[in-house]
């Protein structure tokens, strides 16, 4: 589908072993995929029995929406940043200069830019428990909101694997608004509690 999409035919290999590698690092990614899940409720079974009942509460938290961040991220990649960054990249292309993909670099791509934006999603998640713990506040955050903006836009020029302005703002823009929705749900959840020991 993202070949499709793309506009390309067809992908190719330069090694007698390449198509064979390919297939196996696929094969590795798709089972650490499915098997992420499980990994992670082991690791938290495993520190689970010596945290209290509000870490755990809050641990529990974290890895539920973690995780759903990080699908949303994969899913965001997979059928956005992909498809389209791949098209701005390729319509640089001419009648003499015509794309000539390798299967190794074009999967490196594809898996670079699931990870990446699997874990950019993850920063207003940790912004969010940062502040409900207490360790940041909200009007520091809001302070020094340019600042923050400012970071974030780097880590997306360091992931992302392309660098060109149209993937970096593909991705900068639903990241920023998860900052700022984060930053806006922490600031009512911090006034409830408030009130609350008023």
Same mark, same amino acid.
């Given at each position: 589908?993202?070949?499709?999409?793309?506009?390309?035919?067809?992908?190719?290999?330069?090694?007698?072993?390449?198509?064979?590698?390919?297939?196996?690092?696929?094969?590795?990614?798709?089972?650490?995929?499915?098997?992420?899940?499980?990994?992670?409720?082991?690791?938290?079974?495993?520190?689970?029995?010596?945290?209290?009942?509000?870490?755990?509460?809050?641990?529990?938290?974290?890895?539920?929406?973690?995780?759903?961040?990080?699908?949303?991220?994969?899913?965001?990649?997979?059928? =956005?940043?992909? @498809? $389209?960054? !791949?098209? #701005?990249? /390729? *319509?640089?292309?001419?009648?003499? +200069?015509?794309?000539?993909?390798?299967?190794?670099?074009?999967?490196?791509?594809?898996?670079?830019?699931?990870?990446?934006?699997?874990?950019?999603?993850?920063?207003?998640?940790?912004?969010?428990?940062?502040?409900?713990?207490?360790?940041?506040?909200?009007?520091?955050?809001?302070?020094?909101?340019?600042?923050?903006?400012?970071?974030?836009?780097?880590?997306?020029?360091?992931?992302?694997?392309?660098?060109?302005?149209?993937?970096?703002?593909? =991705?900068?823009? @639903? $990241?920023? !608004?998860? #900052?700022? /929705? *984060?930053?806006?749900?922490?600031? +009512?959840?911090?006034?409830?509690?408030?009130?609350?020991?008023?």
């Amino acid at each position: 589908m993202i070949i499709n999409q793309a506009q390309l035919q067809s992908v190719y290999f330069f090694a007698p072993l390449e198509a064979f590698t390919t297939q196996i690092k696929i094969a590795i990614f798709i089972g650490l995929f499915i098997s992420f899940p499980f990994i992670l409720y082991q690791s938290w079974a495993f520190i689970g029995p010596g945290l209290t009942r509000t870490e755990k509460g809050i641990s529990l938290s974290y890895m539920f929406f973690g995780l759903l961040l990080f699908l949303i991220g994969n899913l965001f990649g997979y059928f =956005i940043l992909i @498809p $389209l960054g !791949l098209r #701005f990249l /390729l *319509s640089f292309g001419t009648d003499y +200069l015509q794309p000539l993909m390798n299967v190794g670099k074009y999967i490196g791509f594809i898996f670079w830019c699931l990870l990446g934006s699997g874990i950019l999603f993850q920063l207003p998640l940790m912004l969010f428990f940062l502040i409900k713990l207490g360790v940041i506040d909200v009007k520091t955050v809001r302070r020094h909101r340019p600042e923050a903006i400012v970071v974030i836009l780097i880590l997306c020029a360091v992931i992302t694997p392309t660098g060109d302005f149209f993937t970096l703002l593909l =991705i900068s823009v @639903p $990241l920023l !608004l998860l #900052f700022e /929705l *984060s930053v806006l749900i922490a600031g +009512l959840t911090q006034k409830k509690s408030i009130k609350k020991t008023d």
